[in-house]
């Protein structure tokens, strides 16, 4: 009887322990099913009781950080009690995490693998006027990467393919990516009676470039992530898919100070005669990435340790970036907000601008600015991505976790 009463006694604590940490299990259940963390980020957690003091996190045993690789795919455990687990979540465990800082404006030149569908036009032939591309289903945004089997790098060589005795007037099949995805289209060449040669009524581009902020370099091999959102071909509104690319140091021209509804700018200009910093092979929706070859511009006391979102929270911070001509300045910024975010998204936190320089100077977060490394305490958690139109004091960062895997 009396282990009974013991029994019942420890369930009912059990239960008005769980009704009361209620508010704790939901914000632990919002948090996403993957992460990137930091051996610090989850001692941290666990020392300041960040989902109370009875909720821990745990990572598995066999995990040794002296001899662990750059980053290990495991499992991050909460645990009510200290042992009811109520949250398994799949994490990036980084363990190499020393990078160079960033916040030099930088700017790409970027090639995509292939040609890019940008437009179409008519073509007039003997019996009237005709539009290949449209009736081919080729569309918009599409990367055309062969014809009949023979690789494309240039509008050129798509007039001298269509235009060869063995194809010429023939249907021929065009292989293209979409979505990232290779498809097979069939389209056949139309004789265009103004210039004598078949014609496929395609405007193509293979070559795009863009201005951004330069986040970090990883020390370990080198690795640069940029930018924080996609460099979008302003052709057809989508992401440049990128094949090769350089990257280059940007020479300040001006700023253009933001207002309320006036975004404002860093005005500056890349000579593609210089020497490259590095190269460019990635353009996703976190940014653009890639390798920097001249180490000789990275500063090594300008280091930081990267931080995982739990490491993120509310409160001072700093940006870096080069808005005056005198190279890489931090600035002082508010979190105002770090967002759950389930779903990967380039607005994980937003972000407010205090420093009296910055503001006088710029008025706050402006075009060119995106990519301006976020440090709060000493750790590298995210890059800025956007400004608030009506309130260019105010802004959006990403997560250093969406970008640091790419």
Known sequence: MKKIIITLCISLFVLVCTAFMLPNIKKVNELPDE??????????????????????????????????????????TFKLFGFIPIKRVNVRLLTDTDV???????????????????????????????????????????????????????????????????FAGKELTVTIRRNNVELEKKITPVFDVLSQKYKLGLWVRNSASGVGTLT???????????????LIDESYGENFLVDTGKIYKCRLLGIKKGEKNNPGEIRSTINLSDDSLGVADTNCDYGVYGNILNKGVLNAKKTATLGGRLSVKPGKAKIFCAVDGEGVKAYD???????????????????????????AKTGGIIQGMS??????????????????????????????DWMIDN
Do not use: W
Not at 124 to 147: F, T, Y
Not at 334 to 349: E, F, R, T, W, Y
Not at 377 to 386: I, P, R, Y
């Open 333 to 359: 910024v508010n979190i105002v907000k770090a967002n759950k975010q389930n779903v990967a998204s380039d607005k994980s936190m937003i972000i407010k601008v205090t420093d009296k320089e910055l503001l």
């Open 371 to 400: 990519g301006s490394p976020i440090v709060q305490n000493g750790k590298l958690v995210g890059a800025v991505t956007h400004v608030m139109v009506q309130d260019p004091t105010r802004g959006y960062g990403v997560y250093i």
């Open 100 to 166: 160079y800082l960033g916040g030099e404006t930088v700017g790409f030149n970027l090639f995509s693998e292939g040609v890019i569908c940008v437009g179409s036009n008519n073509v007039v032939g003997r019996d009237g006027v005709h539009q290949p591309i449209k009736q081919s289903g080729i569309e918009e945004g599409d990367a055309i990467l062969k014809i009949e089997g023979i690789e494309i790098d240039s509008i050129q060589d798509i007039d001298t393919i269509i235009n060869l005795p063995t």
């Open 216 to 230: 970090y370099v990883k020390q370990s091999d080198f690795r640069f992530g940029a930018v924080g959102h996609p």
């Open 35 to 76: 992460m990137v963390v930091t051996f610090e980020d989850v001692e941290q957690a666990n020392t300041n009781e960040e989902y109370s003091p009875f909720i821990n996190l745990s990572l598995p045993k066999n995990i040794d950080v002296a001899t662990n690789g750059e980053i290990t795919d495991t499992t991050l």
